[in-house]
């Protein structure tokens, strides 16, 4: 059983560049087509002053920092017994090649199911620009195979 004692733990923030070329590689391999997403041109006659990122990027930052090995070692979890349980975007403002964002992310809860079988994991990432603001909230839950 994972101890509930990890919940609210906070992890030490990420710091991610937004590069174009991750954003055209990304909105290519999720079938994006908008031109926003891939022409810098297309994106500044939108009224964006660079490239725009494609919805669920942020998902993308905390994985280039090898975030669920570090958790799993943590908890004390074999990458073996999980599974993707959820995952949820909450975006507040645009971002664009050329940000630099910040993931603070904690343990929000740990819940044990079917006898403790299956316990799931909630983490939730604030992620703010190189303004302070918030552009978005990632919300993941990780579930734990018990065998």
Do not use: C
């Not at 923030?13 to 087509?33: D, N, P, S, Y």
């Not at 603001?133 to 919300?139: A, D, F, I, K, S």
């Amino acid at each position: 059983m994972i101890d509930t004692k990890w919940i609210g733990h906070r992890f030490a923030t990420l710091r991610w560049e937004v590069e174009k070329g991750r954003l055209r590689f990304f909105a290519k391999a999720i079938g994006e087509t908008r031109p926003e997403y891939t022409d810098e041109e297309a994106a500044r006659a939108a009224g964006h002053p660079s490239l725009l990122a494609p919805p669920t990027i942020l998902f993308s930052g905390p994985l280039d920092h090898d975030d669920v090995p570090k958790l799993l070692e943590l908890l004390g979890i074999n990458m073996n017994n999980i599974l993707h349980g959820e995952q949820g975007f909450e975006y507040h403002a645009p971002i664009h090649a050329g940000d630099v964002l910040e993931f603070d992310g904690r343990i929000t809860d740990i819940t044990a199911k079917k006898g403790g079988a299956l316990e799931l994991i909630t983490r939730e990432t604030r992620v703010t620009n190189q303004r302070g603001e918030l552009v978005g909230v990632v919300r993941n839950v990780i579930a734990v195979v018990n065998r």
